[in-house]
């Protein structure tokens, strides 16, 4: 059974930095590229980033580009994305999703997500 | 960027009850399109790719139709558990982005 796990979520103050990490379990880590989607309070869906399985090839959201980095450790199968200069509207829930095996660019397995919120 | 629009916003139906849920792309997506639901307080699963292709697991009763800027995805009898949100993905431009959702909820 595929699993993501994700931690790291907390109040932060806006300019300030957060790692999230995802830890997966049940499949192939490295066969597959893997993101982070967030959702704003009340809010729809917005991809964030993604990396592909050997960790060579990343793309971001142009609202997070140059603030974001999305990173992987293959030996503990684990996806990271490291916040900074974090804002208001940065305030999500952030998903880790595995991307679908025909098209990295389809959604279909995803965490239970883990709460950023950025407040003074 | 490739806006998606969802609708209706809100779809009230009854267990039973055949619903039609609608995604229009602001240009051609081809049929690189995706549907997920979401429950409320869970993340969202994985219904439809490319169009019509069902994901693993999931039932007969979802079927998604549809190419270029036009897509449908039909719930042939509601149950209680499919009472959620509605979201539609589009792969074909970059960034991927999602339509803003139907809520469909018990009349």
């Known amino acids: 059974e595929v699993q993501l796990m994700e931690s790291g979520g907390d109040l932060v103050q806006p300019g300030g930095s957060l790692r999230l990490s995802c830890e997966a379990s049940g499949f192939t880590f490295t066969d597959y590229w893997m993101h982070w989607v967030r959702q704003g309070p009340g809010k729809g869906l917005v991809w964030v980033s993604r990396l592909n399985g050997e960790g060579s090839t990343t793309s971001h959201?142009?609202?997070?580009?140059?603030?974001?980095?999305?990173?992987?450790?293959?030996?503990?199968?684990?996806?990271?994305?490291?916040?900074?200069?974090l804002r208001a509207e940065d305030t999500a829930i952030y998903y880790c999703v595995r991307g679908h095996y025909a098209s990295g660019t389809y959604f279909d397995s995803w965490g239970q997500g883990t709460l950023v919120t950025v407040s003074s | 960027e490739i806006v998606l629009t969802q609708s209706p916003a809100t779809?009230?139906?009854?267990?039973?009850?055949?619903?039609?849920?609608?995604?229009?792309?602001?240009?051609?997506?081809?049929?690189?399109?995706?549907?997920?639901?979401?429950?409320s307080g869970q993340a969202p699963r994985l219904l439809i790719y490319d169009a019509s292709n069902r994901a693993t697991g999931i039932p007969a009763r979802f079927s998604g139709s549809g190419s270029g800027t036009d897509f449908t995805l039909t719930i042939s009898s509601l149950e209680p558990d499919d009472f959620a949100l509605y979201f539609c993905q589009q792969r074909r431009g970059?960034?991927?982005?999602?339509?803003?959702g139907t809520q469909v909820e018990v009349e």
């Not at chain 1, 992987?72 to 990271?80: I, S, V, W």
């Not at chain 2, 970059?94 to 803003?100: R, V």
Request: glycine content about 6%.
């Open chain 1, 61 to 85: 959201a142009d609202s997070v580009k140059g603030r974001f980095t999305i990173s992987r450790d293959n030996a503990k199968n684990t996806l990271y994305l490291q916040m900074n200069s």
């Open chain 2, 11 to 39: 779809l009230s139906l009854s267990p039973g009850d055949r619903a039609t849920l609608s995604c229009r792309a602001s240009q051609s997506v081809s049929t690189y399109l995706a549907w997920y639901q979401q429950r």
């Open chain 2, 94 to 100: 970059w960034p991927p982005t999602f339509g803003g």
